[in-house]
């Protein structure tokens, strides 16, 4: 018999859920607010919270149904109990909660950038470690070298801004819409990379640590001293713009491959993984694969469907952490501010009673 996990993701502003039977992906429901904070130029943490609290009990049900399978045949449940947004959280939780104190079924809370690191082996299988991990996303930018598969030490974070946020934050500027990572993606394919010369970050006490926020600032100011030059209605044709964009994205990559060279040389790493909604951008996934090659090591991605947040990663993580031995009481709590360390969550419970 296979063991049948639900899980259940709402750290930000996707409402997931999903169910997994041995590893296998029976159902992975993701209902995206990003026309609810497009408007906005990013996530209104309020707004995320009540979307949540609207859609949870519907996609649950949904990721049930397309499973063809029903409460009640479900073993384990599993929930992200953090990093994110506190209010946002809080739904995922008092869903998972409610569910497993009705049906009696054990719960187990998920780190949600520990999902994200192990999100590649739901397409490759686990890595060879020693394993360098990158998590790139709206809400983080982080290196982790990982001696073996369950354990993670943290080489390098964003001292600011994470590498989404930029891209958010500079297509907001640019007037391109939300989120700012696939339509910068796309233009600047079109454009050339060295047209706008970005300085590189280098952090003064020599740490791997990342920042974006200068970059973003750079943007800026090129922007107003070039106002004329990149104004357009046919912004997927304007020349100039898709030039800006190029060499922006091209800074991006060039900070987080000099990070990613500066660890290969100083540590004996068996294979790269890179996770998080960034790690779909096409350029990186193209100048990662090239870094990889060159060092000799295998690079692993999500597949597309698993880059951003979704509850099949949670659910995922959520099984092995129950075999590791983790279950989390019904008091489990959010913790918006969730650092990964070895072991994830609370030990198992004792059961009162
Ligand atoms: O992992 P994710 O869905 O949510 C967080 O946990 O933050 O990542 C969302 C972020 C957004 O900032 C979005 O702009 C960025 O991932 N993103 C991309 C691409 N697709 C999504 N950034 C660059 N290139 C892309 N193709
Ligand atoms: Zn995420």
């Not at 999902?115 to 790139?136: C, K, N, R």
């Not at 469907?305 to 949670?314: F, P, S, V, Y």
Request: glycine share 10%; aromatic share 4%; hydrophobic share 45%.
């Amino acid at each position: 018999m296979s063991k049948l996990v639900l899980g259940i993701e709402t750290s930000c502003d996707e409402t997931s859920a999903a169910v997994l039977a041995d590893d296998v992906i029976l159902s992975n429901v993701i209902h995206s607010q990003v026309d609810v904070h497009a408007e906005w130029g990013g996530v209104v943490p309020e707004l995320a919270s009540r979307h949540h609290a609207e859609q949870i009990d519907l996609i649950i049900k949904l990721a049930l149904k397309k499973a063809s399978v029903s409460l009640k045949d479900i073993d384990l449940i599993a929930v992200t109990r953090g990093p994110g947004l506190v209010g946002a959280l809080l739904v995922g939780l008092g869903a998972a909660k409610g569910l497993s104190l009705a049906a009696g079924i054990p719960l187990v809370g998920v780190d949600h950038i520990q999902a994200h690191i192990h999100s590649t082996e739901l397409t490759h299988g686990a890595a060879e470690y020693p394993a360098l991990a990158l998590v790139v996303s709206g809400g983080h930018t982080s290196l982790f070298l990982q001696p073996a598969r369950f354990q993670y030490k943290l080489l390098a974070r964003t001292r600011d801004d994470a590498a989404g946020e930029a891209y958010d934050k500079v297509a907001k500027l640019l007037d391109l819409g939300y989120p700012g990572g696939p339509v910068i993606d796309r233009l600047a394919a079109k454009g050339n990379p060295a047209a706008v010369r970005f300085s590189r970050v280098r952090m003064s006490d020599g740490s791997l640590d990342f920042s974006f926020s200068g970059l973003k600032t750079a943007v800026l100011a090129y922007t107003k001293k070039n106002a004329d030059l990149l104004k357009t209605d046919d912004s997927a044709n304007h020349k100039p713009l898709l030039d800006l964009l190029a060499s922006f994205q091209n800074a991006i990559i060039a900070e987080i491959e000099s990070r990613v060279r500066r660890v290969a040389k100083a540590e004996e790493i068996r294979s790269i993984g890179i996770s998080g909604g960034v790690s779909m951008n096409s350029g990186l996934r193209g100048r990662m694969a090239t870094l990889a090659d060159e060092i000799g090591i295998p690079i692993y991605l999500p597949k597309p469907a698993l880059t951003g947040d979704n509850a099949a990663m949670i659910a995922y993580l959520g099984a092995h952490s129950h075999e590791m031995g983790h279950e989390a009481p019904l008091v489990l709590n959010a913790d918006p501010g969730l650092k990964l360390a070895e072991p994830s969550g609370a030990k198992r419970h004792p059961r009162s009673g």
